[in-house]
C-alpha cells in the first residue's frame, strides 16, 4: 500500500473497516491506521502513533525476508515494524478481517491459530469485539482524523 495516491486502502470484505494512511487534523505527519468505514474519523487502531511519517510519503508492505509488516519511509527505511516472527511462511499476505483485525497469515491457511501477526495482540485506544486482552487494560477512546 503506497501513500503517494492517497486512495489507496484495505477493506474489509464486509465493509465495515478500513486500513490506511491518515493525518490527525492539521498535522502533516502521516499515519496508518485502522477505521469504520462509514465513520472515517474514528480510528480504531494505529500501527506507527509514536513514529508518524512526517511528509505524504509512506509504504506498507510486507517483508518476505522476515514475515512482518513494515511501515516504510521516503528513504525505504523501516519505521514501523509489526514485530513478530511466530513462524516462517512460504506466501504471506495481510488481511484486515470484519472484526477490524488485521492479521498477516499464511496465505493458503485461514486458521487464526495460525496468524503470524495480528493488530488485535496490539491493541491502541480503542477496544473492539474480540480484542480484549485480561493482563493490559485498554482504555475506550476516539481518535478524530483529518481525511
Do not use: C, H
Not at 502521516?30 to 474514528?42: L, S
Not at 485498554?138 to 483529518?146: D, R
Amino acid at each position: 500500500m503506497d501513500d503517494n495516491t492517497k486512495t489507496t486502502t484495505l477493506v474489509s470484505l464486509g465493509k465495515t473497516f478500513e486500513l490506511g494512511f491518515f493525518s490527525l487534523g492539521k498535522s502533516k505527519n502521516r499515519y496508518i491506521g485502522i477505521w469504520y468505514k462509514n465513520t472515517p474519523d474514528v480510528v480504531v487502531w494505529v500501527a506507527n502513533r509514536n513514529t508518524p511519517l512526517p511528509d505524504s510519503y509512506g509504504e506498507f508492505t510486507i517483508n518476505n525476508k522476515t514475515n512482518q509488516l513494515v511501515l516504510l519511509n521516503r528513504l525505504k527505511e523501516i519505521v514501523w515494524p509489526s514485530n513478530s516472527l511466530k513462524r516462517v511462511a512460504n506466501n504471506p499476505v495481510a488481511q484486515l478481517l470484519e472484526l477490524g483485525n488485521l492479521v498477516l497469515r499464511e496465505s493458503e491457511s485461514l486458521s487464526s491459530e495460525l496468524y503470524l501477526w495480528q493488530s488485535f495482540d496490539y491493541p491502541t485506544d480503542t477496544l473492539l469485539a474480540g480484542m480484549g486482552r485480561d493482563s493490559n487494560p485498554i482504555v475506550i477512546n476516539k481518535t478524530k482524523k483529518k481525511v
